[in-house]
């Protein structure tokens, strides 16, 4: 008999979810605190959580074999000093959709000036504004996993040019050319757009800098819906408050919640969400784990596996 422990804040979802599908060898527990899992987690073979929670208590959990994440950050548990002797699973494949949806509400309503449209509609006022179509207008997506390679094919499907930038140099579905490496900066030059999809890693650490800002052309915008760390915030906000490039749609941050006192707030050209790009649906996440528990079960490989080193 397998013991699982459900943390996370939606615990009673979970619970509720995992019973209904009837697993087999299975003693399911949960909890919605880290502080409440200590004792309990520390029999438990199995957890299925939120990867900060689960490492606040990671230590006490002596019988663990597996962890399954439910986001798509498994950050919290890469950490160097924290133990790596289980399985990590992710998430793939239910996130890309979400984010897609988020990335594209940002490109039709700047592209068609819907918020000013809005204010004019406030203001009385009756002005018809011109706008691009997708069309003529080309996309660059930085990281081309499960995320980035569904945010290309909606690129695709408006009819955009879609250029990658990649750790590797294979090529991708729906991407007319990928960058590596050194060639960053002639990826950036030629951007409409720049989507940043990039999980947290030592190599994405404080990639969109100044120098890369200045790389892109004056009409650019940034949406950024990988990871804070990828971007130099206070550069950003020089980029924002002089020119260099048009906008930016942040919706990660290098500390989250966005404290009060940034300078993101103020900018009128800066478009901020708390995170919220891709939510976890428990009956999606569900689905994922039944499918890895019954691989768990068989001794097959389960899906989604995570390398520690690399934190993806």
């Not at 990335?103 to 819907?114: D, I, T």
């Not at 930038?165 to 951007?191: I, N």
């Not at 980029?239 to 919640?257: C, M, N, S, W, Y």
Request: glycine fraction near 6%.
């Amino acid at each position: 008999m397998n013991r699982l422990l459900i943390l996370t804040t939606d615990a009673d979802d979970y619970s509720s979810l995992l019973r209904d599908s009837h697993l087999h060898d299975l003693e399911i527990l949960s909890c919605s605190r880290a502080d409440d899992a200590r004792e309990v987690i520390q029999n438990c073979t199995i957890v299925l959580g939120d990867p900060a929670m689960v490492a606040a208590v990671l230590e006490h959990a002596r019988s663990l074999r597996w962890v399954q994440s439910i986001v798509a950050g498994i950050d919290p548990l890469c950490e160097k000093g924290l133990r790596r002797d289980y399985i990590l699973t992710g998430v793939k494949g239910i996130f890309g959709p979400l984010m897609s949806e988020y990335v594209f509400a940002y490109v039709l309503a700047l592209e068609r000036h819907l918020f000013e449209t809005r204010e004019n509609q406030r203001n009385k006022s009756w002005i018809d504004m011109p706008y691009r179509t997708l069309r003529t207008l080309t996309m660059g997506v930085c990281g081309l996993g499960s995320v980035g390679e569904r945010i290309a094919q909606t690129a695709a499907h408006f009819g955009m040019r879609v250029l990658g930038f990649k750790r590797t140099p294979a090529g991708c579905p729906y991407v007319e050319k990928v960058y590596t490496g050194p060639s960053f900066g002639e990826f950036l030059e030629s951007l409409d757009y720049l989507v940043v999809a990039l999980p947290r890693t030592p190599d994405t650490n404080r990639l969109i800098d100044s120098a890369a800002l200045s790389k892109m052309k004056p009409s650019a915008v940034l949406i950024n819906v990988g990871r804070g760390n990828a971007v130099v915030e206070s550069d950003l906000v020089d980029a924002l408050r002089d020119g260099t490039i048009r906008a930016a749609v942040l919706d990660v941050f290098e500390q989250e919640p966005l404290p009060p006192d940034s300078a993101l707030w103020e900018l009128s050209n800066a478009f901020i969400t708390p995170h919220n790009s891709a939510l976890s649906f428990p009956e999606d996440i569900v689905q994922i784990f039944c499918d890895n528990y019954r691989r768990f079960l068989d001794h097959r490989s389960l899906h989604y596996v995570v390398d520690f080193e690399r934190g993806y």
